[in-house]
T-cell receptor, first 111, second 118 residues
Framework: DQQVKQNSPSLSVQEGRISILNCDYTNSMFDYFLWYKKYPAEGPTFLISISSIKDKNEDGRFTVFLNKSAKHLSLHIVPSQPGDSAVYFCAASALNNDMRFGAGTRLTVKP | GAVVSQHPSRVICKSGTSVKIECRSLDFQATTMFWYRQFPKQSLMLMATSNEGSKATYEQGVEKDKFLINHASLTLSTLTVTSAHPEDSSFYIC??????????????FGPGTRLTVT
């Protein structure tokens, strides 16, 4: 039962361009969404989050957009940098409930 | 920010032996702790959720007699892989949440433990 889906296993972009990572969810009870970044052999690190009462949250180069009607969220990274190359996990949860992760998207930013 | 540590970071053990992995919250009270497993090129798979002082809740398909979880205090949870087999080789990650904190949605992740069973 995959409640959070990231349909693109990989994405490659040129340095300086925009990276857009997408995520879809099925459970309408989710009200908090997060993006994590993960390097090989390390635990995930929190990147940015958004509450369901908002449709956009921005932090520096990172912006998360939430479309509740479509049950879709996306992470925009602009401008992309080689150091952004990692696996990005989308996660969703309801208050005090377990966090569910997508399968991850491997982003490669080419110099 | 909140820090979660895991020990050991890497462990190699022989088939049939047991391995214990510790997960500690260093600067906050972890009322709930989570154990995840990650297979190569796959997502994080939630294995179990534990609340301090009570039995862990295991996800469907996870053998509770094989993966023993003890959440003995508000800062420590342990995962013991009993009678390990090569198919248990994986990357195990814990996370912790302070359900009474200002941001009770947030889970803070440990750095992970690479288990290799030979």
């Amino acid at each position: 039962d995959q409640q959070v889906k990231q349909n693109s296993p990989s994405l490659s972009v040129q340095e300086g361009r925009i990276s857009i990572l997408n995520c879809d969810y099925t459970n309408s009870m989710f009200d908090y969404f997060l993006w994590y970044k993960k390097y090989p052999a390390e635990g995930p690190t929190f990147l940015i989050s958004i509450s369901s009462i908002k449709d956009k949250n921005e932090d520096g180069r990172f912006t998360v957009f939430l479309n509740k009607s479509a049950k879709h969220l996306s992470l925009h990274i602009v401008p992309s940098q080689p150091g952004d190359s990692a696996v990005y996990f989308c996660a969703a949860s309801a208050l005090n409930n377990d966090m569910r992760f997508g399968a991850g998207t491997r982003l490669t930013v080419k110099p | 920010g909140a820090v979660v540590s895991q020990h050991p970071s890497r462990v190699i053990c022989k088939s049939g032996t047991s391995v214990k992995i510790e997960c500690r919250s260093l600067d906050f009270q972890a009322t709930t702790m989570f154990w995840y497993r990650q297979f190569p090129k796959q997502s994080l798979m939630l294995m179990a959720t534990s609340n301090e002082g009570s039995k862990a809740t295991y996800e469907q398909g996870v053998e509770k007699d094989k993966f023993l979880i003890n959440h003995a205090s508000l800062t420590l949870s342990t995962l013991t892989v009993t009678s390990a087999h090569p198919e248990d080789s994986s990357f195990y990650i814990c996370s912790a949440r302070d359900d009474w904190g200002a941001s009770s949605y947030e889970q803070y992740f440990g750095p992970g433990t690479r288990l290799t069973v030979t």
